[in-house]
Each structure stands twice: as structure tokens, then as C-alpha cells.
């Protein structure tokens, strides 16, 4: 058989076998997929840039007319999406805390996030943690502003058996930091978590009492602590502090009440910063690892269904 004709025969098969995707074929999937991801709690502008990668991924496929479903094509094709905008650079606290614990160091940690977000009971759950890995902890109570904040924060301390250092109210934020990492460091305690005021209402005053504390403390890691059902108000947040004071991880707390999922999807895409952990329940062992591919299967769950 001649090449030509060889040839001939394979394009023949593979019409037969294949179909292409063309741009006409997916525009209404996109549509519905946008406003699907809305339903979710994620931005639309979010929505549309996820759709335009999608679409990039599917143009000019070879799909077999004899394997699996389009939709199954498309729900793949979607997963390869989310996962592969959503890889960014690891960050492994535990890990830095248990290296620099053999050099005798001590690693401070900022949790940074609005008031009612979840913040000081993820501190809370993060110091249980800790201590269950045998680690020594220090708390900090640089809320020096909310009523309550100091006493909230001490009753965890209480219950957990740990060190926190406070002052009065009204007092410098920066200066509890400054003596908790003093403390720590002269008494060779593994980490320092430091507990941060939230009041979005005077933004500007909290983000440069933040820097302030940050430049004072030098933290290892500043962590932002968001609420999961906040939706939307939770990437806005997450820009703010990310913008404003940087943030290395987030953490979500009231994960396992959000039905939506979609606050993960947008703080990682949009500050390009991973979600470490997520709160899942009431007690101090109900914070547990993020996992992508199991939060990638599960928000595809909701948006293809």
C-alpha cells in the first residue's frame, strides 16, 4: 500500500472514530460552567478566566466518538484546569518549626484576618496541633483593641496549657509581640503564635498597626485565617491583607459548614497563596491538612451536577 493511500485511510478513520472541538461547540458548556462557578461563591471575573482556560484546553481536542462521554471529556478537562491554576509554591510550618527546633530556633507565626473570622480559635486548634507534635508553644495576645479579645485567647491558653503573653488594653499590639518572642526565644519554646486585631472598619489604622508588628516580631510566617462561608467577602479580605501585609498560607476556618466551596478557589488563584489548613468542626483537633485534589473532586461535584 502506497504512503498516500496509508494516509488517506488514517484521516478517513479518524473521522469516523474522533470528532474535534470547535469553539461552537463548547460556548453554551462556558456559559453555564460561569454561572455555575457564581453559584459557588466565586467571583465572576474569576469565573470568566477560569472558562477562557477551559476553553483553551478543549479547542481543537481530538475526542473519541467511541470512549468516554463528552461531559466526562469536559468534567476531565476541567480538573487538569483547577489544578494546574491552583499549584503554587508549598509551605510547610510544621515542617520549619520541627527544623528550626534542632537548631534550638523559635518560629513566630502572625495569623492576621477580620474580627469574626475564626482567628484566635484556629490560633486555638493550631497550638493544639503543635503540642500533639510535642512542640512547646507561646501565645500572644497582640489584640489589644476588642473587648473580650484577651480573655477569649486566655481561656485557650488555659485549656491547653500554654504560656500567653499579654498586656491591658490600649496597650501597644507590637510590644506583646515583641515580649512574647523575647520570652520564647530566651526559654528555647518552639513557636510563637501570635493573635492580631481585625477591625476592617479603620482599615488603614490596622493594616500599619500590622506592619507594625510584623516588622517588630519578624515573623517566619504570616498567616491569614478566613472565614470558608464568607464567600466572596473572603477573597476581598484575603486581597486586603495580601496587598496591604502579606501572607505566606491561609487557613479557612468553618470549612466543614460550606456547602459552596468556592472561598478556597478564589484566595488561591487570586493571591497565588496555598491553603494549608481548614477548620472542620468545634474542638481543637478539627483542623486538618488541605488537600487540593480532594477539594478539587469536591467543588467539581457541586459545579457539574
Known sequence: MSKRLSNVLKGAVDRI?????????????????KIRFVECDIAYDLAEKIA????????????SRFGKSFEAFVSDALRNVLLRSLEVQHVDIVGSINERSRGKGTTVIMF?????????????KFAYLL??????????????????????????????????VKRPYG??????????????????????????????????????????IKRVAQPQ????????????????QARVFNSSVGFDAAILAKFDTDAK??????????????????????????????????????????VTQ
Do not use: W
Not at 231 to 236: E, H, I, S
Open 17 to 33: 472514530a474522533y470528532r474535534i472541538v470547535h469553539e461552537e461547540d463548547i460556548a453554551d458548556l462556558l456559559d453555564d460552567l
Open 52 to 63: 477562557l482556560e477551559l476553553e483553551k484546553e478543549l479547542k481543537g481536542q481530538k475526542v
Open 112 to 124: 492576621v484576618g477580620i474580627n469574626g473570622s475564626g482567628k484566635t480559635t484556629t490560633i486555638a
Open 131 to 164: 503540642k500533639e507534635k510535642k512542640f512547646s508553644v507561646v501565645l500572644a495576645c497582640s489584640d489589644t483593641f476588642r473587648a473580650g479579645a484577651i480573655e477569649q485567647l486566655e481561656k485557650h491558653a488555659e485549656r491547653l496549657k500554654a504560656k500567653m
Open 171 to 212: 496597650s501597644d499590639p507590637a510590644s506583646v509581640a515583641y515580649d512574647a518572642v523575647n520570652h520564647a526565644t530566651s526559654h528555647g519554646i518552639d513557636a510563637v503564635l501570635i493573635d492580631t486585631a481585625g477591625r476592617m472598619q479603620t482599615k488603614k489604622n490596622l493594616m500599619d498597626e500590622l506592619m507594625k
Open 221 to 236: 510566617f504570616t498567616v491569614f485565617v478566613g472565614d470558608a462561608l464568607a464567600g466572596n467577602d473572603a477573597l476581598d
Open 261 to 302: 466551596g468556592g472561598a478556597a478557589l478564589s484566595i488561591i488563584y487570586e493571591t497565588k497563596k496555598p491553603v494549608i489548613y481548614v477548620g472542620t468542626g468545634q474542638e481543637y483537633k478539627d483542623l486538618r491538612p488541605f488537600s487540593l485534589p480532594d477539594y478539587v473532586s469536591s467543588l467539581l461535584s457541586h
